[in-house]
C-alpha cells in the first residue's frame, strides 16, 4: 500500500535525552515535512524539504534537526535543547506543482519523563 | 505572513441535520489553495476538501461543500446528512501556491465537530 510510515507510535524521552522519530514515504513525493501538535492546537510546521540532502527551517525549528538523505526518507531528531517537547508529531510528503497537496502519517507521541 | 483563524472552539450537530464550520484568512497572495482536513480520535490527519482560489466555482466532495468568499477571505465548510463518523476536530488550512517547489500549509486551531443522536 502506498502511504506514509511514521515509526514509532509512542516514545518516551528522558530529560537530557535525543530521540530520533522515523518517517517513510512511498508515494514518490519530491517534498517531505514535519508538524508538531500541542493539546487543543493546531499544526506548526518544524522543517520542511524540497529535494534530496536539502531543507529549510520552518516556524519552530529550535532544538529539532532533520535530514535527507533519500527521497523516501526524513528523520527529525528531537534534541535536549528542545525544552518542551512533549507533543505530537506529524509528518508529511507532496508533490510539487499546481495539484500538490499535502498528505499526512498516523503520527507520532514523544513524552517526556 | 499568512494567518488562518477558526472561531468556533466546539460545534455539536444531530445526526441527519446539516452544520458549517466557519474559517476566515489573512494573506496578500492572490494565488493559493484553501483547505479542510479532518483528525478523528484516532488523531490521523485526514484530506477533506480542496479549493483553488482562482476558481470561483465552490468545491464539493460526496456530503461535504465549501462556500469560499474570496472578497471576504472566508472559506467555511458545511457538512449535510452529519453522521456519526463526522466526529472529529476541523482544521482549515492555506498553502500558498508555488510553482515548481514545495509548499506549506498554514492552519487555524481548530472546530470539534460532535455529532450526536
Known amino acids: 500500500d502506498g502511504g506514509i510510515t511514521q515509526s514509532p507510535k509512542y516514545l518516551f524521552r528522558k530529560e537530557g535525552q535525543n530521540v530520533t522519530l522515523s518517517c517513510e514515504q512511498n508515494l514518490n513525493h519530491d517534498a517531505m515535512y514535519w508538524y508538531r501538535q500541542d493539546p487543543g492546537q493546531g499544526l506548526r510546521l518544524i522543517y520542511y524539504s524540497q529535494i534530496v540532502n536539502d531543507f529549510q527551517k520552518g516556524d519552530i525549528a529550535e532544538g529539532y534537526s532533520v535530514s535527507r538523505e533519500k527521497k523516501e526518507s526524513f528523520p527529525l531528531t528531537v534534541t535536549s535543547a528542545q525544552k518542551n517537547p512533549t507533543a505530537f508529531y506529524l509528518c508529511?510528503?507532496?508533490?510539487?506543482?499546481?495539484?500538490?497537496?499535502?498528505?499526512f502519517g498516523e503520527g507520532s507521541w514523544l513524552t517526556v519523563v | 505572513a499568512q494567518t488562518v483563524t477558526q472561531s468556533q472552539p466546539e460545534m455539536s450537530v444531530q445526526e441527519a441535520e446539516t452544520v458549517t464550520l466557519s474559517c476566515t484568512y489573512d494573506?496578500?497572495?492572490?494565488?493559493?489553495?484553501l483547505f479542510w482536513y479532518k483528525q478523528p480520535p484516532s488523531r490521523q490527519m485526514i484530506l477533506v476538501i480542496r479549493q483553488e482560489a482562482y476558481k470561483q466555482q465552490n468545491a464539493t466532495e460526496n456530503r461535504f461543500s465549501v462556500n469560499f468568499q474570496k472578497a471576504a477571505k472566508s472559506f467555511s465548510l458545511k457538512i449535510s446528512d452529519s453522521q456519526l463518523g463526522d466526529t472529529a476536530m476541523y482544521f482549515c488550512?492555506?498553502?500558498?501556491?508555488?510553482?515548481?517547489?514545495?509548499?506549506?500549509?498554514?492552519f487555524g486551531t481548530g472546530t470539534r465537530l460532535q455529532v450526536t443522536l
Open positions: 488550512a492555506f498553502m500558498k501556491h508555488n510553482t515548481g517547489t514545495a509548499s506549506k500549509l498554514t
Open positions: 494573506t496578500s497572495e492572490s494565488n493559493y489553495y
Open positions: 508529511a510528503s507532496s508533490s510539487w506543482g499546481s495539484r500538490s497537496t499535502i498528505y
